[in-house]
């Protein structure tokens, strides 16, 4: 799938190299929407779709626009920035910064977002607030005095996953940093803690019956309007950062994977198996 590399590219070239407005921005997502969905042509997973936006001001949030329905990240994206901005009446030159859910997540995904927010941020000469992926999920659950598991699919039984808290100041803390992890390893974690847990993410959808049977300690399932990726949490996560000087150019920011895509997979184990053959 070596076209993601080119959305990619095309993005971010005609973001920065076009005149900086959300108004000439919409056509390119009906440009290489079609590529994208070719991915996923076949199957619906949870998440698959998730496209959001928000606007936040001075802890006031002033809009936030959320699908996860059909639609892919290339056609979604860019035409929801651009009613988001005209709807609030939002000028670029009141951006402070760019938050990005900055992985793990799709690889598809993320290059299309990470690509618009490179494009911008260099456009408007603004910084870019990198988010982790799971510490926005984490938000999603502001307060709570249980243990916070987000747990996103990666397929092959296993999860994206970290473990986090609020502690006495409501400041999130990072207990275990995000990780590639298998599932039935993390529920025999969660046991062996034996803290109350709350569990958030697209990976409920997938592990609900897996979690009901092994779980042991005790657990409960954030429901639905709290279970998905947020841009309103993400915005929140981003704006503690930012007043912790935690923020990049644009040129130096890169997403997140984790792990390599299953194409970048395939192929190094093809070229192993080549030089195998040739030893």
Known sequence: ?????????????????????????????KEIGGEAKEVH???????????????????????????????????????????????????????DALAVAAGPGSFTGLRIGSATVKGLALAWNIPVIAVPTLEGLAYNVWGTDRLICPIMDARRKQVYTGLYSFNSDDRLETIMDQTPMDIAYLIDQLNERGEKVIFVGDGIDVYADVLKEKMTADYAFAPAH????????VAAAAQVRYAAGQYEEGD???????????????????????????E
């Open 1 to 29: 799938v070596d076209h993601r590399r080119d959305v990619e590219l095309r993005f971010e070239v005609l973001a920065v190299l076009g005149e900086p407005r959300l108004e000439i921005l919409p056509g390119i997502g």
């Open 41 to 95: 042509r076949h199957r619906r997973v949870p998440g698959q779709y998730f496209v959001g936006a928000a606007v936040v001001e001075d802890d006031v949030l002033i809009a936030e626009y959320t699908t996860d329905y059909k639609k892919t990240h290339s056609q979604a994206l860019l035409p929801m920035l651009d009613e988001i901005v005209k709807m609030t009446e939002t000028d670029k030159e009141s951006f």
């Open 226 to 233: 709290m279970n998905k990726q947020r841009a309103g949490s």
């Open 252 to 278: 130096t920011f890169a997403p997140e994977y984790l792990r390599q895509s299953q194409a970048e997979r395939e192929r190094a184990e093809k070229a192993k198996l080549e030089n195998d053959g040739h």
